[in-house]
């Protein structure tokens, strides 16, 4: 049996605020609304006709919890006959929201779905859910805690993004000096990004405010090489580091079917979906396997591919990726990155493939492949081709 095709026919995001920023007081199901709203609008189509939306969210309590993904469409005015579904693929929960979607479309059990995500990091910090706000994890608290295989597999390591950055860090020999030239660079990116209105298409404006927060334009060098490490005697700092953020984001995606019916115009087909999993201790490394893996069954290399979107969750992710891929790094977060223009978790995933539809679609490029690390080691792999 061959596959149906699934075409993106709109993706819209908020603008990334920064923690304490613009957004910090909005509602999780407001903000995600926001996005729904927007895309609604966008792509003109009858709200009705929408099987289902997927969202991607982590620390799913407080005002996150009670499937985001309902409250959020109900929370825009939006048919209550459209049901919806919070997945937690960690940091990359709403790409993964985008194959769950992309795979219903295709699969021909439903002709129009919605993903997208949502995380206001503001007001539940990461890992609120785990009782560890804010701090690395460990066996001995946290998810982890009691559970004999993990130990039995694992042991007492501890489980943490900031040791794991470190590991790679330290295995590639990545200097910091090279992770701050990366950070400066994704800065300097994403400003040039907005001071030429790249985002401007993308971005449905919260009130006045209408661009990303986080870009800094007095950061430099030597600013950055002042800062204390994140764990003592590391290379790690906050300066190559994500900024936490808040944000929301949404795309449209449908069949064939779907586009003739409602008379809608694609932008983009998705091409190809893979998921990967490594060492979930070193944690960040799986975008390494998982883009080799997405591009054999793509029957592709890097060459064919025109743009990238890896996210920055630290400096030294994507460093050793473009060590091991071989990859050219002027094709790679062109218009910055995470570590400026923020990792609002749960929405980033869709964030970044709303970036790279449109940019490819202002570069005339053809194919787009996006990455990102995850929690437990995993890794989610999407390759669009431009229409």
């Known amino acids: 049996m061959s ?4 075409y993106i026919v709109q993706a819209v995001r908020s603008p990334v605020a920064k923690r304490g920023g613009a957004l910090a007081q909005v509602h999780p199901a407001d903000l995600g609304a926001h996005a729904l709203r927007a895309l609604v609008e966008r792509s003109g189509i009858d709200p009705e006709a929408v099987e289902d939306v997927v969202f991607g969210c982590l ?54 779905v919605v993903a997208g995500g949502v995380q206001n ?46 590991q790679i860090a330290q295995q590639w020999d990545i200097s910091r000096a090279e992770m701050e030239r990366w950070a400066l660079r994704s800065h300097e990116r994403a400003l040039r990004a907005v001071d030429e209105g790249r985002f401007e298409r993308e971005i449905a404006p919260w009130g006045d405010h ?13 600013k950055m090489a002042a800062l204390d490490p994140l764990v003592p005697g590391g290379r790690l700092t906050a300066a190559v580091s994500s900024q936490i953020s808040d944000a929301s984001s949404a795309v449209l995606l449908a069949s064939e079917e779907a586009v003739r019916a409602h ?32 591009l054999e069954r793509a029957g592709m290399t890097l060459e064919d591919i025109d743009l990238v979107e890896i996210n920055e969750a630290f400096a030294p992710v994507v460093l050793a990726w473009l060590r091991e891929t071989g ?60 229409l």
């Open 3 to 6: 596959r149906g095709e699934a």
């Open 59 to 112: 620390d799913t309590v407080g005002p996150q919890a009670g499937d985001i993904a309902r409250t959020a469409w109900l929370a825009a005015g939006l048919p209550e006959s459209v049901p919806g579904v919070t997945v937690d693929r960690q940091c990359g929960s709403s790409q993964q929201a985008v194959h769950f979607a992309a795979q219903a479309v295709m699969s021909g059990t439903a002709d129009l």
């Open 121 to 166: 990091m503001s007001q539940v910090p990461i890992g609120y859910a785990s009782g560890r706000a804010g701090a690395p994890l460990g066996l001995t608290e946290g998810p982890f805690q009691g559970s004999e295989g993990w130990r039995a597999r694992y042991g007492d390591k501890p489980v943490s993004q900031f040791t794991g950055a470190e």
């Open 210 to 222: 209408a661009v990303d927060e986080g870009p800094r334009r007095g950061t430099s060098l030597e």
């Open 263 to 294: 008379g809608l115009a694609p932008r983009a087909r998705v091409h190809q979906l893979a998921v990967r999993g490594e060492d979930p201790i070193r944690m960040l490394t799986a975008p390494i396997p998982a883009t080799a893996h997405a």
């Open 327 to 386: 990859c050219d790094p002027e094709k790679v977060n062109v218009n910055g990155g995470a570590i400026a223009l923020g990792h609002p978790l749960g929405a980033t995933g869709a964030r970044l493939l709303t970036t790279l539809l449109h940019e490819l679609e202002r570069t005339g490029g053809r194919y787009g492949l996006q990455t990102m690390c995850e929690g437990g080691g995993q890794a989610n792999v999407t390759i669009i081709e431009r």
